[in-house]
């Protein structure tokens, strides 16, 4: 069974940067397409950043340039690095993870979740 637990989400200005960590039980990050999603009040959930198996990765045109995904196998953790935060980046923030026998994308379908971490961003 896949078990999923976030850590580091909070409250930091715009400009600033958090760290979000994502560990994993049950299975290896590094086998599975691992994504971040986050979802603002009223908002659908939407794909922010994934990484494949292969450790490919892809980005929401919104993020890129200032998100960064990534794995520490050792850990067997997920992490979501998040520099120049805006205040449109303000909402719950989810680690899910996939087979790898699908196409790793940002689309919400067939992930398992974890409860969620909340990231404020004020202006």
């Known amino acids: 069974q896949v078990q999923l637990v976030e850590s580091g989400g909070g409250s930091v200005q715009a400009g600033g940067s958090l760290r979000l960590s994502c560990a994993a039980a049950g299975y290896s990050v590094s086998t599975y397409c691992m994504a971040w999603f986050r979802q603002a009040p009223g908002k659908e959930r939407e794909g922010v950043a994934a990484?494949?198996?292969?450790?490919?990765?892809r980005y929401a045109d919104s993020v890129k340039g200032r998100f960064t995904i990534s794995e520490d196998n050792a850990k067997n953790t997920l992490y979501l690095q998040m520099d120049s935060l805006k205040p449109e980046d303000t909402a719950m923030y989810y680690c899910a993870a996939r087979s790898s026998i699908w196409a790793c994308t940002l689309r919400n379908e067939l992930y398992s979740w974890g409860q969620g971490t909340q990231v404020t961003v004020s202006s």
């Open positions: 990484i494949a198996s292969d450790g490919s990765t």
